[in-house]
């Protein structure tokens, strides 16, 4: 089968980005069966979001030590 790059439009911020068929290729060996629908400043964005918001237990635990 030969992947050819793909034209995609993101669902943040609405812009067009190419998926390239060496990163079809990637997530296919990666097992993932979805298309990524947020563009790289986009996914980026969301994952800095994701990893450096404080939960809701390590607050509740600086507060007990306190």
């Known amino acids: 089968m030969r992947l ?5 439009t993101c669902r943040i ?12 290729e990637l997530l296919l060996l990666r097992g993932v069966g ?5 563009c790289p400043i986009c996914q980026r964005s969301r994952q800095w979001q994701v990893s450096y918001q404080p939960s ?8 007990a030590d306190g």
């Open 4 to 8: 050819n790059d793909r034209s995609l």
């Open 13 to 24: 911020c609405g812009s067009a980005f190419v998926l390239t068929a060496a990163e079809q």
């Open 34 to 38: 979805t298309v990524p629908a947020h």
């Open 56 to 63: 809701a237990i390590s607050a509740e635990a600086l507060m």
